[in-house]
C-alpha cells in the first residue's frame, strides 16, 4: 500500500527537520551562528489515468496522479544579522554587514567565519591575531597578522574597515599598515559548514571577493568590543518544532490506519 512508504517518507522528513531545529536551539548562545532551516519537495506522482471521463464518457479537465510522498530537497542558512553584544574587550570583532573574517585552517586553507572572538598569541615572530582555536587571522592580503613584541596588544585599536592603530609617542593614534581581511560571497548558503564556527568555500557560493579590493561590493563594517550573537529566535524554533513533531505524529497514525486496514484485509473469509 502506497500509504505506508508514504507516510514512512514523511517521518523521515520531518526526523531531519526535528534535527536541524534541535540544533538551531543548541547554538542559540553561539557567536556569529546562523541558523538553519529544511526545505522540502514532492516525490514522484504515479499516474493511475491519463485521461480522466465522467459517467458519460466526457473527458475531465485533470487526470489522476497519487503522490508518493516527501523529501527534503535543501538545508538552508539564513545569514541575516545577528544582534551585536558589547563585551569590552577589545580583542572580540562584530561585523556589521556581509563580510566573513578568514582565518587559517592547520591544513594551510583558508577558512571563514562570523565569529570574530579573537585574541593575540605568543610566537616566536610576534605576536599573532587567532582564534579561540589558534588559528591566525589573515589580513587583506591573505596573509597572518602577526605584531612585534614591542607593541602593548592591549593598546591596538581597529577602524571600522578592519585597520589597525597604535597610540604614537605623541598619543596620536598610528596606523600600523595592517587590516583585517572581509571577504563576501555571492551565494553565502552554498558555504561548507565545519567545527568551530568555520566555514569552506565551494563551487555553490562562489570565490571569495575581497571587500577592501571589490569597488562592486558594499563594504561591512566592524565593531571592536562587540561580538555578534547568533539569529536564532527561540520563540520560532519552539513553533516549528511543535509543528514538526504533529506532522511527524500524523504521518505515525497514517500508519497505524494502513496496519489496521491490512489487518481488516487478511481477517476477511
Given amino acids: 500500500m502506497r500509504s505506508l512508504w508514504t ?3 514523511g517521518m523521515i ?3 531531519t527537520n526535528v534535527d536541524t531545529i534541535s540544533n538551531n536551539l543548541a547554538n542559540i548562545n553561539t557567536t556569529g551562528y546562523k541558523k538553519e532551516s529544511v526545505e522540502f519537495k514532492s516525490l514522484l506522482y504515479q499516474t493511475m489515468q491519463g485521461k480522466a471521463t465522467d459517467s458519460n464518457g466526457e473527458a475531465k479537465p485533470s487526470g489522476i496522479q497519487v503522490g508518493l510522498g516527501v523529501r ?7 545569514f541575516s544579522q545577528g544582534t551585536l553584544s558589547e563585551t ?3 580583542n572580540d570583532f562584530a561585523i556589521e554587514g556581509k563580510g566573513f573574517f578568514m582565518v587559517q585552517s592547520p591544513d594551510g586553507s583558508v577558512s571563514y567565519t562570523r565569529n570574530g ?3 593575540f598569541s ?3 615572530e610576534g605576536y599573532t591575531l587567532a582564534d579561540k582555536a589558534g588559528n591566525p587571522v589573515l589580513d587583506s592580503t ?3 597578522i602577526i605584531l612585534d613584541e614591542a607593541y602593548d596588544t592591549s593598546e591596538v585599536t581597529i577602524q571600522e574597515n578592519g585597520e589597525l592603530f597604535y597610540p604614537g609617542e605623541n598619543g596620536e593614534a598610528t596606523s600600523l599598515g595592517v587590516q583585517i581581511g572581509l571577504v563576501q560571497f555571492n551565494n553565502p548558503s552554498g558555504l561548507m559548514k565545519m567545527s568551530n564556527s568555520l566555514l569552506k568555500a565551494t563551487e555553490a557560493s562562489g570565490e571569495p571577493r575581497i571587500e577592501s579590493a571589490d569597488a562592486g561590493l558594499k563594504t561591512s563594517k566592524m565593531r571592536q568590543g562587540y561580538l555578534e550573537g547568533s539569529n536564532v529566535q527561540a520563540v520560532d524554533e519552539m513553533v516549528n518544532l511543535i509543528v514538526a513533531q504533529r506532522a511527524y505524529e500524523m504521518n505515525s497514525k497514517v500508519i497505524t ?3 489496521e486496514m491490512l489487518q481488516q484485509a487478511n481477517n476477511l473469509r
Fill in 117 to 119: 572572538s579573537f585574541q
Fill in 7 to 9: 507516510a514512512a517518507s
Fill in 13 to 15: 522528513s520531518q526526523q
Fill in 72 to 78: 527534503y530537497s535543501a538545508i538552508t542558512s539564513n
Fill in 122 to 124: 605568543i610566537g616566536a
Fill in 257 to 259: 490506519a494502513t496496519d
Fill in 142 to 144: 591573505g596573509t597572518p
Fill in 88 to 90: 569590552g574587550n577589545k
